[in-house]
């Protein structure tokens, strides 16, 4: 299936880097590092540079912390989305977001995507996709409410759950109007997951892909890969990027990423070992 996301179409066999950009104070990776606007803008003019394909704009911390209102994750969203908007009229622009009066507000300052992470928590979300015929991630959290965390959780096939969860969901978003070749599933590594979980969700992701839908996936830095690995934040890009080619070999179509550049490159190598990406150079043994 063609993923048409803003002026962008993504075709079967490309790869999609979306950068992560948090408007947040207490966000899990960067604590804060582009919450200020400057810092923030700066961060696309890089990662776009790196090749990010889609910026995805979050103004609340997926994890516990302070309460944010929704007339707060607007204040710090949609003045910025409105900017990168004038600034990069052909990038893709995505909003973490799972609150309809928010995204509504998000896709008028010109959003192309509603990056749902919170599995439908606000079934009005889906209206407003259509209604502004924008994008729509249909993500699996076990349930669980936004911003918390799992305890205990357990599934008889956690694969199968996500599957059953997403599937409902896009197919109720189409029901709704929004676009088929807007929408994409996401497994939601460690939302309502614990790590063997969400390693397991990794090795069968082809059951995802097979469902027809664009799968996305966003693994960057996230606890599973540091409890496997027993590392910190700081230290987890390496898990990140073998989680990533990974996926990607699997036929994940759109990463969410820290770390643009070494996503890219991770998954330029992997398109040109699938034969979908000529080298950028080839002339060992030709001359």
């Known amino acids: 299936m063609r993923l048409r996301l803003g002026g962008r179409t ?43 394909a889609i910026v995805d704009v979050g103004g609340v911390k997926a994890g516990y912390g302070e309460e944010v209102s929704v007339a707060e994750e607007l204040r710090r969203t949609a003045p910025f989305v409105a900017e990168v908007r004038s600034r990069y009229p052909d990038l893709v622009l995505s909003v973490d977001t799972w609150r309809a009066p928010v995204a509504r507000e998000l896709c008028a300052a010109g959003a192309d995507l509603i990056n749902d992470t919170w599995s439908g928590a606000d079934p009005s ?6 209604e502004h015929s924008v994008g729509l991630v249909c993500s699996h959290t076990g349930g669980l ?18 599957i059953a969860r997403v599937s409902e969901l896009a197919r109720r978003a189409v029901a709704a109007g929004v676009r088929r070749d807007g929408i994409l599933i996401d497994p939601t590594h460690d939302f309502g997951k614990n790590t063997w979980h969400s390693l397991e969700v990794t090795r069968r ?5 097979d469902t027809g839908w664009p799968v996305l996936v966003a693994l960057s830095r996230k606890d599973f890969i540091g409890e496997t690995l027993d590392l910190p934040v700081d230290a987890r890009l390496p898990g990140t990027l073998a989680a990533t080619a990974i ?35 080839a002339r060992r043994g030709l001359v």
Not at 12 to 21: D, R, S
């Open 125 to 130: 979300l889906v209206e407003v996709a259509a």
């Open 145 to 162: 409410p936004p911003r918390t965390d799992p305890h205990r959780v357990a599934y008889d096939d956690v694969v199968a759950d996500i």
């Open 205 to 209: 992701l082809a059951e995802l892909v």
């Open 247 to 281: 996926s990607a070999w699997l036929g994940a179509r759109v990463f969410r990423a820290h770390d643009v550049q070494a996503t890219r490159q991770v998954l330029d190598m992997v398109a040109s070992i699938r034969g979908d990406r000529p080298p950028a150079i």
């Open 10 to 52: 993504f075709g079967p066999g490309e790869y999609a880097v979306m950068a992560i950009v948090n408007r947040t104070p207490d966000s899990f990776f960067d604590r804060g590092a582009t919450y200020a606007d400057d810092a923030a803008l700066d961060r696309v003019a890089r990662v776009v540079e790196e090749g990010a």
